[in-house]
């Protein structure tokens, strides 16, 4: 059975980036699901790609160098690019790592339904007022339990999750 298809607008911090397209974790199949459809929106910003990208060299991930480019255009191309902190925005919730304050942002300028991290201080900010009045901030474990199943490993063979991009 296939999600719903709703106006999803989402944003991915980046745990949840590397659990989707690098270690393709089954528990996340709904949501991968979700990703494949066409009237889902996703939102980065060119800080959070940077970060990725940082995330990417570490050696215990153990991706040559062309595997990280090949991952990170993946993912970019995927996204919607959203320019620097906009300006005049409703204030957010402070996260206590200034790293991942950005997340909250991105999801804030681009009038996210969802932000999805796995990253508890994150979470918490996106359960107060001035967050969850805006989107929904939910680990992905938590949003996959409110969709269907996606009911084999095979979305993960299709872009954008695949090694190799197909149309």
Known sequence: MNAPVLPWRLVLDTNV?????HFHDPALLPLANVLTQPATRLFAREDALQEL????????????????????????????ILPARAPNA????????ADDQKFLEIARDARATHLVSRDRAVLAAGRQRAAKTLFLTLS????????????????????????????
């Open 140 to 167: 992905p474990e938590r949003l996959c339990a409110t969709l269907p199943e996606a009911g084999t490993m095979s979305v993960f063979n299709q872009w954008p999750f695949g090694r190799e991009q197909t149309s």
């Open 53 to 80: 990208a940082d995330v990417l060299t570490r050696a215990h991930f153990g991706l040559a160098a062309d595997a990280q480019t090949a991952l990170l255009a993946r993912y970019r191309a995927r996204c919607e």
């Open 17 to 21: 980036v590397l659990a989707l397209w």
């Open 90 to 97: 409703p204030p957010l919730p402070r996260v206590r790592d």
